[in-house]
């Protein structure tokens, strides 16, 4: 079951409205990196876990991610200001503007509308949480691009917030994946010949080798990782 | 500049025409952990890549991937035998039979077409590096599935060569993720309070802290690899 | 702020596996009828809502819908049973044997993956309050088809559960509207002649005029309605 | 059948070429309020409509939509002017200067193509209608956002005529839906407990109660409304 | 201006109700080779076209396109038969059967929605006679497919006829290109020595040359053709 | 299989970076007339293709436009320049802004994301081959409205270059064309009195006439073609 708290996870403002802030910051909202993105990728791979601390920790992040979806909506319908006025979003998407009445939408900063092809689930836990490092990680780079180009001290304050936790998603993750890293997809790692070879396809050739040493398992250095459970 | 070679990377072969096994298998040609997935998510990054050792492997990879595609394509249309009857393709999309005349195409096996959302790009080495192993571990598991479930030999045969295959490019991929695990998205990282924080969102808790000890970037324990460069 | 209970809003299960039945309920986990459309919808459109009981019950229904989403997913998760076999799925898509290893997915029936194409949005109270009126509408008559096409006890007792409350979203919308009808885009309805003109351009006609008598904005008959505030 | 008129059904005209505004105007082409949705949705809808007069108002509606989608159509061709040139096209999508040579396209203002995910069919003559009323009130909408925002007075004498006409098609759908409002999904309405419920699952509290006193189904008040038939 | 006309362009009846073939039909209402494509293709064409003599024939064969799409509707209406029952519909999508109560809707024969990707214009009209010439020669494939498949005497009459009716609109596009070959993105054709060279890049080669002989432009042999204008 | 060849087919240079002409750019990358889906479209439809030196042309020319898509993104990369600043990105899509870090993105140049509807494919060769000359054909004049645009020398050298292959490619097509033209789609052309017939749907006339002529199949005049196989 989910409920909903008025109080935003973080207070949200803005130093003025700016509709083609707006436009960017779009992209974290319904962006393939975006917080949209992160919520559902966790809530439909939860369906399937059945290790109680591990379905815990993918809820407790999804259900931030919702609230970090909420955050930067509240941000962007701020920044949209109180006109619709296309003429003044001279960057990105304009459908503030001509369809939404100054409302967020669910697009990246180009206009693309979000599209589930952005979720990756494919009931291996191992498979899955790594898509998540991952997607934790494609998540705050983007959010780097964002705090670079946005001149806006509370914009850049939410941004630095969102940035670091998707730094402690990731740390999470991983220490997910240290409990069942003998599982799944992880385990029979590199019996076959074939999963040593390297087929050398592009020339003139930077990389030397016909064979690779040592085909294991994805596996992270550990972190020591963080609240007991 | 890419070049063609009318040799298949390895022989396919199929026991017998199956739709519904080539309806299966269109999910590694046009779906989201499929071939040409893969190949476009690398060669994607690859244009901005500087190290040439490490545009080199992912070309390797990319190119390896396009031939993998013409592999499993090449499975798709044996499988799809010599008469288009829907009535005879029980299970998933029917379009080899209505619409392309037995000719593969780039849907999964359900008939959703291939679309450029599934492929990560960020410009960040770290984080797509991490996209990639995600990538390789989800199209093994893919893999698997199909194993599981289609009774051919020699189709059996291709998928155990591709399966090993992803292990491989995983493999190669953590190895430059090694190279340049310090910089990029992985500096600086886990210094702001927020990053060591963790939100309890989800009730009753199985997961019991507040705090995350040691929220360091992802670094995996060395797989002491491979090919000298 | 988002907050996620264990707990199911109510109890789901099945009598037993049944992949089709897992299928066809995919529609309303991610179709254009489906929880995941009606719960983005009302989340969106809250994100400018000033009148602050309106905004609470668009929440109060946007969490329910997501909790509804939870429920059609356990629910498909159970339908579909231990071992990913395509075979056995013989209507609808196959995603979850070849692709999600049995993990519910956000597409329909068919496979079509999920799009905000689904969501309406406009900024205006009075149009929103009216695609949300149709958006239950259509909601419950899904569920009406489902019901009567899926032999399991269980399952349609969930089914009857969602439906029914598809209704009260349906009455608590149609309360909102009467409270807000003469704002936004229901004012000045039907000055200008054009708004009152009938063309015939379909022959033969059945309908016969040239222009409309009483041009007004929607405006629902007195549901006298319900909870204090 | 349907059969073509070269006559518009209202004359288009511009005061100059604006390719931002040309830009802005193809949300009412290709966008999800725009007239080739309206077309399609009432013309997906009318393949089942069995009541004759019914059937003859939804295809007089749609092919005054078709006929609306060339007006705007020539209306975005008249202000892209004569030069392809993206550098003047600093809002919204540009793809009439790179992709099709001024021509208009079937997208948004900001480049979306046009997807059938936007059209609501059901089967159901209550569903539908309400879907209809919302979709008109919604393009009412759009059409003040251009009307607002576009300083050409032929502009927005053309808009001006399309927003009441979709008022006369809202009029015109409700008038249907007072015909059958007792019938399909509008039966048996709120009969189940379940339907009378109220859930509180957003905090703080702004809406008291537990239970909806009058769960009734849609009803529109009288618009005693117009040509016989 | 578009009219309708509620007879049909053609009687369309069916033997007996089949959702299977119900499925399989759909691929020409909303598939990519589809009715709706071609009709939405030349009318998007048509916007800027100048001469009237070729204006008109988009608009004939638009209007025709337009037509056939309600045929096949109708058809698939009828297949569709009366109980919805995705049991029943074994083969391709079954939306009919969980979303639209057993009407057409715009999607292919496996659940693909129409988009408008399929919708080629270009604003050259060489260029897109060509598009119209290549897409009415794949839209009778498809038919031919279907009538090879779908064994009930009167969709097989249907089918026929459509089927020749793209041949007709064929010829008709092909007499329009020979008025404008000499113009447009026809003009200046392979004075440039790149538009000569042969790159041979798939080995081993079965096509020997390195240089082009006569890089004309396209220029159909003459069918003499057809009525006066 | 496939390989690379770290060589660009040709060099691709460019005056100054300039982020608006990497967006425009875009187009031909991953657009519908772009290259990646000239690539995608013959390597598809080459899979069922039995004549050897026909499938050898089509690999020849599928490897090219992979090659070209390589040319394309190397100068969207150049002309991306050093710094993400979506403020300099007026026109078209910021993607490369604040998502890729300045790559390149499988989009067209307002950000729509590269679907596999742009790709056609029938099985049948007459068919596929009228599909790929209309693509060369509409490949050409998308470059010819590039080239007009973008004044940087370098880039439209580059693009002088590529439309010029365009040609080359579109002469090749119609030779495979001529060796064909009596076979699959374009047999028992016309024979029907249907593939006669003119309606005449749109008025008021300029296209006078009620029967076709010389209903023939296409066929293209002699480009009496090129090298020897």
Known sequence: MFKH???LLEIVNVERPNPNYAAMLQEQLGGPQGELKAAMQYISQSFRI???AIKDIFMDIAAEELSHMEMVATAI???NGHDPQAANATIGNIEAHVLTGLNPMLTNASGQLWTAAYVNVTGDLAADLLSNIAAEQRAKVVYEYLHRQINDKHIRQMIDFLLNREEAHNTMFRECFQR???TGSNRDWGVDKDAKLYFNL?????YVGSQLHD?????FTNPQNS???
């Open 5 to 7: 708290d008025k109080q």
């Open 77 to 79: 319908n701020l920044l």
């Open 180 to 182: 069942i890293q003998d």
């Open 202 to 206: 592009s020339q003139p050739e930077n």
């Open 227 to 229: 609240p007991q459970h």
């Open 215 to 219: 085909p294991n398992p994805p596996s």
């Open 50 to 52: 059945k290790d109680p």
